[in-house]
């Protein structure tokens, strides 16, 4: 039978349990009640000030949903408010869970910390006291692929050992990591003559832009690889595409030099090591709804980084 976290909200409310009476001949089915649950659900959150109009779509979403909308406009809240659906009706409920695993993932720390506060303050207006996120993993992309590579006995995380494999940073991060960052891109500028016409000075937005333009390159599937968007920056960087393909060999084997990987190597081992399917591999087997999420993930992040170099110069 069908049960929702709403079962449990006192009737005042208007959200009594969903349940067929013993006595009827027809038995509601399961499509039924999660329907019926779905509306008190968009009730609930319609008496709480929300526009329904505009969030009725997202909340019934089920499955891969993009939201693509300014700061502030409330994909944030439209999070929030699919996860507190998922959690009391939905396919995180505890009749339906099952071994699923709930994953918020940002960018930045920060991000995540700040989603997980908004979804917390979300389930509270909502008056859903018996919904809790400590089932709920909020973290960065960064350190997902970690966990799923020190499954591999990758060592990512550990200085003090002597496999420790270092992250490349651009900046604003570790400090060793962005020095090898600066040496790495200082080396390829001057080799390559980059740079703009008549000056010497190379700057850090300099190097993030010819690594972005790198990272484009090496995560395009299409076989003729053109500039797209970054046709202006690798203008002024003095990188003709003819030039382009030694670049990123220099690079990487810069990166191997010095023993240190980027966020682009960080998803290829992932989808190595985690996504390729390989017979009696006891790893996949344990990991095996993390690894459908990297998946995901990694498929929907190299189709969005390909979108830029589609468009011919």
């Not at 006291?129 to 997902?144: G, R």
């Not at 484009?216 to 968007?229: H, K, L, M, P, W």
């Not at 084997?253 to 190595?272: C, P």
Request: overall charge negative; charged content about 25%.
């Amino acid at each position: 039978m069908y049960q929702s976290a709403l079962d449990n909200l006192s009737n005042d409310k208007g959200f009594a349990s969903v349940k067929p009476s013993a006595n009827s001949e027809q038995q509601p089915t399961e499509e039924q009640l999660y329907e019926e649950n779905m509306k008190k659900y968009l009730e609930l959150v319609a008496s709480k000030g929300y526009n329904l109009e505009e969030l009725e779509p997202i909340i019934r979403s089920e499955g891969r949903t993009e939201l693509f909308a300014t700061a502030g406009s409330g994909k944030s809240t439209s999070i929030s408010l699919i996860l507190a659906k998922d959690k009391t009706i939905g396919r995180l409920s505890p009749a339906k869970r099952g071994k699923k695993v709930a994953w918020v993932t940002t960018f930045l720390s920060k991000g995540a910390e700040e989603i997980k506060q908004n979804v917390e303050r979300t389930f509270a207006k909502l008056g859903l006291t018996s919904v809790s996120t400590n089932d709920i993993t909020f973290s960065t992309l960064q350190s997902e692929f970690f966990e799923l590579l020190r499954l591999r006995g990758f060592n990512l995380t550990d200085k003090s050992k002597s496999d420790y494999i270092r992250m490349l940073d651009s900046g604003g991060g570790d400090e060793e990591s962005s020095r090898i960052f600066n040496a790495i891109m200082g080396r390829l500028f001057r080799k390559h003559d980059l740079g703009e016409e008549g000056s010497n000075y190379v700057s850090l937005q300099d190097k993030r832009d010819l690594a972005a333009i790198i990272s484009n390159y090496r995560n395009c599937s299409i076989s003729d690889y053109q500039f797209g968007e970054a046709a202006d920056t690798a203008k002024r960087l003095n990188l003709p595409r003819n030039l382009l393909d030694t670049v990123v060999a220099d690079y990487q084997e810069l990166k191997t030099a010095m023993n240190v990987i980027d966020f682009d190597d960080l998803m290829s081992l992932v989808y190595d090591y985690m996504v390729v399917e390989k017979e009696d591999d006891p790893v996949q087997t344990a990991g095996s709804t993390s690894t459908k999420t990297a998946t995901n993930t990694l498929c929907s992040m190299k189709r969005k980084i390909c979108l830029s170099c589609s468009t011919k110069s």
